[in-house]
């Protein structure tokens, strides 16, 4: 009963089929790439079966042996101290690490691993909308499983990288418009440049304040697995002229003192400070 008890929770027996590790990988693509998706080539190091002995780890007809110490059992009985009596607990053989075998004429290539390390190339589709932390499995194309299990699988994690044009909230985007003042004054028709590098239209109101945001729909990114697009949110900033000349001054000074500027007089203000 004791044996029992304290087998349970215990390590598994080494001769079972097991599920071969899973290999993790990170790959960066721009904020573009994650707008329309693309295909990214990773390279990563992963074991396959040797071919010299084909996994048996020997080539030799009497290169394995029965292990000495479990007699094939891979496991071993252990007695432990608990201070008023032993206890029995089964344990894995530390000579044969549960194999029930010992290699004692171990193959010249993997030198009684039964796998060899090799370089392997997948190229990987990476979806469109795709965000940092977002992770794609591979199965099949990780490490062998153990005594006939399944591989494990490459798991990459995508990283988007930083736009300097755009900042990205899930599917929207953020975009910051310098505009003038004589353009927020009277109003404008200005180009908003899209992640791909097209332009996109934009009428800025007279009258528009410093801050003021606008929302272009359906202009941001795509959703992760969906057909839906996000916003594009537009925050326009007035370019506020750090230099005057004398005649600049003059003309601000006009335009303070005036009641009911007319666009006339605006356009002269433009045309002085801004060329």
Do not use: W
Not at 43 to 55: A, D, F, I, M, Q
Not at 255 to 264: D, L, M
């Amino acid at each position: 009963i004791f044996e029992s008890f304290m087998n349970m929770g215990g390590r598994r027996d080494e001769r079972q089929p097991r599920r071969g590790r899973d290999i993790r990988l990170g790959v960066t693509i721009t904020l573009e790439e994650a707008y329309t998706g693309c295909t990214k080539e990773v390279e990563y190091k992963v074991h396959e079966s040797c071919l010299t002995c084909k996994g048996k780890l020997t080539v030799e007809p009497d290169g394995v042996e029965v292990c000495p110490t479990c007699r094939g059992a891979g496991r071993v009985q252990k007695q432990i101290n608990i201070g008023f009596g032993t206890l029995a607990q089964v344990v894995e053989c530390p000579t044969c690490g549960g194999r029930g075998q010992k290699v004692v004429k171990p193959c010249p290539e993997c030198k009684g691993q039964g796998v060899v390390e090799v370089t392997k190339r997948l190229d990987i589709k990476i979806p469109a909308g795709i965000e940092t932390g977002n992770g794609l499995r591979l199965p099949d194309c990780g490490e062998p499983g153990a005594n006939g299990g399944p591989r494990g699988s490459v798991v990459v994690i995508v990283e988007v990288a930083e736009d300097k044009r755009f900042v990205r909230e899930g599917a929207d985007l953020l975009y910051r418009k310098n505009i003038t003042f004589t353009q927020a004054a009277l109003g404008a028709e200005v180009e908003i440049e899209q992640v791909t590098g097209k332009s996109e239209k934009l009428r800025i109101p007279a009258g528009t304040q410093p801050g003021a945001t606008f929302r272009i729909k359906g202009k941001g990114m795509p959703e992760f697995r969906s057909a839906r697009f996000g916003d594009l949110h537009v925050v326009v900033q007035v370019i506020v002229p750090t230099k005057l000349n004398d005649k600049q001054k003059k003309l601000l000074e006009e335009f303070q003192e005036a009641k009911e500027p007319s666009k006339g007089f605006f356009g002269r203000i433009h045309d002085a400070i801004f060329g």
